[in-house]
């Protein structure tokens, strides 16, 4: 069992696949993206607040 805060090093790179945008906000945009090794869709935050 990982502990909550340990590091994990990961030694591959994995490439997603781009489906759609799922929203935007104050602290940045929201897209979903498919692995296409494992056939599962994940979710990713693109961390960019807006300035004002």
Not at 3 to 6: A, H, V, Y
Not at 35 to 41: A, L
Not at 44 to 52: I, L, M, S, V
């Given at each position: 069992?990982v502990?909550?805060?340990?590091v994990?090093e990961?030694?591959t790179?994995k490439?997603f696949?781009?489906?759609k945008?799922?929203?935007q906000?104050g ?5 979903l993206?498919k ?7 994940f979710a ?9």
């Open positions: 069992m502990k909550s805060g340990t994990v990961f030694n790179e490439q696949i781009h489906v945008t799922l929203g906000g602290t940045g945009d929201t897209h993206f692995d296409e090794t494992t056939d599962m869709f990713f935050k693109k961390y960019a607040p807006k300035r004002h």
